[in-house]
């Protein structure tokens, strides 16, 4: 049964590839850029032993090849550049977005979350201003972020496992070399929850170049204040980059705040038999809190007030990367070891207002989790690269409540709730040239959780050049997802979250300065988890929140473009959603309402340099339609008014190693929100001062 499904997924792969093929001769595609061509050129040594071990691809294209300048608004797919080990470099047909330091810097936000908010697809909900946030993308929520390469985001299986996103905006954005986003949701190598949601990988600083020194401080609406202080300094052989910063701020909520302190360090060494080892570490420290207090909050959760308060914010990461190279050109052997450590104590009640008899006052979280990533890759022959390896991680954590005992008064300690898990994968990757300017590739990925069946994922893809000039791939994969433990304390009968997913697009290159992407894509998922709060339950009680189980397709469409004209680049891309529900939850006697996505999410900014790019304005607009948002804290699905957002940033070169900045945010100030309940601020500023010492 499973063979002939895999052969008729191979066939329909095929004939997909032979329809986008007639479609862009049809179209006309003669003129001579090479759009493939120029982005496999970009990827470094590493990625085209990977990608290229035969040496076949650059030889198809090469001739007649012409210098394409790189556009870093965006980057339209798989430009990817240095990863902290080879074996993680994106597999064949993968949908990638990339924003290389200066568009970070362009957009003009604060958070590594709100910088992203921009790419095809990416939908950032908030809770509060730069509180929470919860990224999705695709109109999935997004459960992966790497940091280099490294799980930071494991799931913790406890009662903040859903906010995978914390990291996003924890990571001191002058550490950031650029940001990728693996869209499509079929990896074999990035962990098991990447195979349902997408990928966020965040790649840091290596400090190769001049030493020198970063100094910078930002000061914004709502008392935001940000300083930092970097130093970085290398060779081709070694680097070393070490950011301290500080942020503090409060909300356009009325008790909302945060006081938080990052360190972040960074060593490379090229060792002498050309290995390579990088060390990583980050630290987060602090405090914040988000009001839960607005009429509508109340309203949809049926409760009064309420505090969330994180004191402390504590967080430490570690990862080690050891790259060793074999005798074969593009093999090798690569180690990937993290190690997590976090503990947040969660008061509910710093506000105002008093909990009543029998409310949780506060909320104890700790987890220490390791992993391991053991790759083995090989150029087998000149048309078959492999990949083989396995990763391993465990937590060992628990929850705990204080609640107010009624009978006392008197805040009493509830016995700690284990949240420890461990997961085994296995995972192998084989890639083929099965002739000029055609690639394929298969893989597998076979989970062994603890205390859960085992499961085995696949995954299928094609990639084929259509002259010089267009790309095509089509990719198929299964996901898998296993309940947590707080979700089988709701209900133990919950059964693994699978699914099935489609990608089918084309890359296009209509001049050395303008490129695009058209893409379709679908995911089914069957035993989707729904978490909610129970009626009448208390929102900071993790036992009154209660998970059930749906079935949902969400199909859609992408369009891309970006272009170059002297000084002036500009990008635009266009996502259409539509999610059809199967199999859906009663509960008391009624259907529940599941989330909708937005149905169209349209992006458009404009990077203008002027003065010998001394001076650079960026515009940016984004709109969202209307959907119905779906949350913890309420059961069922609460409707969203459309919305659009103008920001527009300007950086200016004010003397040697000074730079000023300044951002202005909902230029045209409109009321909206992401997320029920949490009204987002009006229009705001952000004004910044930097200096560099020691540059050449």
């Not at 908030?126 to 929520?141: A, D, H, M, P, W």
Request: contains cysteine; proline residues 5%.
């Amino acid at each position: 049964m499973h063979m002939r499904f895999l052969t008729a997924n191979c066939c329909l792969l095929l004939a997909t590839m032979a329809a986008s093929a007639t479609w862009a001769e049809e179209l006309n595609f003669t003129e001579q850029s090479n759009l493939a061509a120029a982005e496999r050129g970009q990827a470094g040594a590493e990625s085209a032993a990977r990608s290229d071990p035969q040496g076949d691809r650059a030889a198809d294209s090469e001739e007649g090849r012409e210098e394409i300048p790189e556009i870093e608004v965006e980057v339209i797919g798989k430009k990817w550049g240095e990863q902290s080990v080879p074996s993680l470099a994106p597999s064949t047909a993968e949908v990638i977005s990339v924003m290389a330091a200066e568009e970070v810097e362009a957009v003009g936000e604060t958070t590594l979350a709100d910088t992203i908010q921009f790419l095809p697809g990416v939908q950032v909900v908030r809770q509060g201003r730069k509180f929470e946030r919860l990224v999705f993308v695709r109109g999935t929520f997004v459960p992966t972020v790497l940091l280099d390469g490294a799980q930071i985001s494991a799931a913790t299986t406890g009662f903040v496992s859903g906010f995978a996103n914390r990291a996003l905006y924890s990571i001191p954005l002058s550490a950031v070399e650029r940001i990728e986003v693996i869209r499509s949701s079929s990896s074999m190598i990035y962990g098991p929850q990447a195979l349902t949601g997408g990928v966020i990988n965040i790649v840091t600083k290596s400090g190769e170049g001049p030493g020198h020194f970063e100094l910078n401080t930002e000061a914004g609406d709502y008392d935001n204040w940000r300083h930092s202080v970097g130093a970085f300094e290398g060779t081709e052989d070694r680097g070393t980059a070490v950011v301290a910063e500080r942020a503090t701020g409060e909300s356009n909520l009325e008790w909302g705040f945060r006081r938080m302190n990052h360190l972040f360090c960074k060593f490379n060494r090229n060792l002498d038999n050309d290995d390579t080892v990088k060390l990583l570490f980050l630290s987060n420290e602090g405090r914040r809190q988000i009001d839960m207090w607005s009429e509508e909050f109340q309203q949809i959760t049926g409760r009064g007030p309420v505090y969330w308060t994180f004191d402390p914010w504590r967080e430490r990461f570690t990862s080690l990367a050891y790259a060793h190279n074999l005798a074969t050109p593009g093999a090798g052997i690569d180690l990937l070891l993290w190690a997590r450590n976090r503990f947040f104590h969660q008061p509910y009640y710093d506000g105002p207002i008093a909990p009543k008899p029998k409310a949780t006052v506060y909320s104890d979280t700790k987890d220490d989790t390791v992993g391991v990533s053991l790759f083995w890759r090989q150029p087998m022959s000149r048309e078959h690269y492999l990949r083989m390896g396995v990763q391993w991680f465990q937590l060992n954590g628990y929850d705990q409540d204080a609640i107010l005992d009624p009978g006392t008064g008197r805040v009493v300690e509830q016995p700690p709730v284990s949240t420890d898990s461990k997961l085994a994968s296995y995972i192998f990757q084989d890639e083929w040239t099965l002739s000029a300017g055609t690639r394929f590739y298969y893989g597998g990925r076979y989970e062994t959780p603890e205390d859960r069946d085992n499961a085995l994922v696949y995954s299928l893809g094609l990639e084929r050049d259509l002259g010089d000039k267009a790309q095509a791939y089509a990719r198929f994969g299964t996901g898998v997802e296993f309940p947590s433990h707080s979700q089988l304390e709701s209900d133990p009968t919950l059964e693994d979250q699978t699914s099935k997913n489609w990608d089918v697009g084309l890359d296009r290159s209509f001049g050395p300065n303008l490129v695009g992407h058209l893409g379709w894509f679908q995911a089914a998922i069957q035993n989707d988890f729904i978490e909610y709060l129970k009626p009448g339950g208390d929102p900071t009680n993790r036992r009154h929140y209660l998970t059930a189980q749906a079935d949902q397709t969400t199909s859609g469409v992408e369009v891309e473009l970006q272009a170059r004209a002297n000084n002036l680049r500009w990008f635009a891309n266009y996502t259409n959603l539509d999610r059809s529900v199967g199999r859906t939850p009663v509960i008391g006697g009624q259907p529940l309402q599941l989330a909708i996505p937005p149905g169209n999410i349209f992006n458009v900014g404009l990077r203008w340099s002027l003065h010998g790019g001394r001076t650079k304005i960026s515009p940016t607009y984004k709109y969202v339609s209307s959907y119905l948002a779906g949350a913890r804290y309420f059961a069922g699905a609460w409707p969203i008014d459309s919305y659009q957002v103008t920001n527009v940033s300007v950086s200016r070169e004010v003397g040697k190693g000074w730079s000023f900045t300044a951002a202005l945010n909902n230029i045209f100030d409109q009321e909206y929100e992401t997320q029920p309940g949490y009204p987002m601020p009006g229009r705001n500023y952000l004004v910044g001062l930097s200096r560099t010492v020691g540059s050449e």
